[in-house]
């Protein structure tokens, strides 16, 4: 089992920057694959941005990869998100998500192949 919790949210301006943080316990993050979705009020969980094991290969969601950056540190059993030029619309709750070994290059977009998630946290954009 692997624990996650999520850190950084807040209120941030329009074009201002966040930087989240995902904790992991219970478990070495070296061996997940890794991902961060959000969920607005009242829509699905969408994808956001993901890292694979190995740290060879990254994928953002739509509109996502000139602003937003994903890594880790495993040392640190931690994923980050970096976030710039952020945007009322990126107002939701984020969370991490991670499943275990697949691929070497491994990452899903998608919700049902995640094992393990935090409890997430709330970034609200204002205008």
């Known amino acids: 089992q692997v624990q996650l919790v999520e850190s950084g949210g807040g209120l941030v301006q329009a074009g201002g920057s966040l930087r989240l943080s995902c904790a992991a316990s219970?478990?070495?993050?070296?061996?997940?694959?890794m991902a961060w979705f959000r969920q607005a009020p009242g829509e699905e969980r969408n994808f956001v941005a993901a890292d694979t094991w190995s740290g060879g290969r990254t994928g953002y969601g739509d509109s996502m990869k000139d602003r937003f950056t994903v890594s880790r540190d495993n040392a640190k059993n931690t994923l980050y998100l970096q976030m710039n030029s952020l945007k009322p619309e990126d107002t939701a709750v984020y969370y991490c998500a991670a499943v275990y070994g697949r691929g070497t290059y491994y990452y899903s977009r998608s919700v049902a192949d995640y094992d393990y998630w935090g409890q997430g946290t709330q970034v609200t954009v204002s205008s």
């Open positions: 219970g478990r070495t993050l070296s061996s997940y694959a």
